[in-house]
């Protein structure tokens, strides 16, 4: 058994308490000011890349889009965009960066809707070649828009 015995004072005990206490700040300073890395986001040049980004999440979509339509975004906000930016905030995506820009939609029948086995549709917004937006939706009665994120259980 090895005994080890010491002195301390009670000017070097605070020393030491204040010396440690600067550390551990330093530390989380440090730690705190590293910025988050985020995932690059995906570049969807063609066709193929965007129907397997939306396999990625969870869609099996037709291979073809239904329908093609080219736009420009406002240059700033105004409704009906305000309450559809809502929709895609809760997702992750953001159309302000885009407002003044040129935008494609890509619009795909949805197969695999959890109780909707046909009627589904999907709407994917591209901005110089990468996703900004997007939405699943049913027309008609017991319609329904939501965000692109796979639902757990039917709607």
């Not at 193929?48 to 975004?73: C, H, I, K, N």
């Not at 159309?95 to 890509?106: I, T």
Request: charged residues 20%; contains cysteine.
């Amino acid at each position: 058994m090895l005994i080890f015995t010491t002195r301390f004072s009670k000017k070097k005990a605070v020393l030491i308490v204040i010396l440690l206490g600067l550390v551990i700040a330093a530390a989380i300073l440090f730690l705190g000011r590293r910025p988050a890395e985020e995932p690059p986001a995906p570049q969807l040049l063609t066709n193929e890349d965007r129907v397997a980004y939306l396999q990625s999440m969870g869609w099996e979509v037709a291979l073809e889009p239904l329908e093609t339509l080219q736009f420009l975004l406002p240059d700033h906000l105004a409704e009906p965009y305000l309450s559809y930016n809502e929709l895609q905030n809760a997702q992750g995506f953001d159309l302000s960066p885009c407002c003044g820009k040129q935008l494609s939609r890509f619009t795909y029948a949805v197969s695999n809707y959890p109780d909707r086995p046909e009627g589904v549709q999907l709407n994917l917004y591209i901005c110089e070649d990468q996703p900004v937006a997007g939405d699943i939706f049913c027309a008609g009665a017991n319609g329904f828009q939501d965000t692109l994120v796979y639902p757990e259980s039917g709607t």
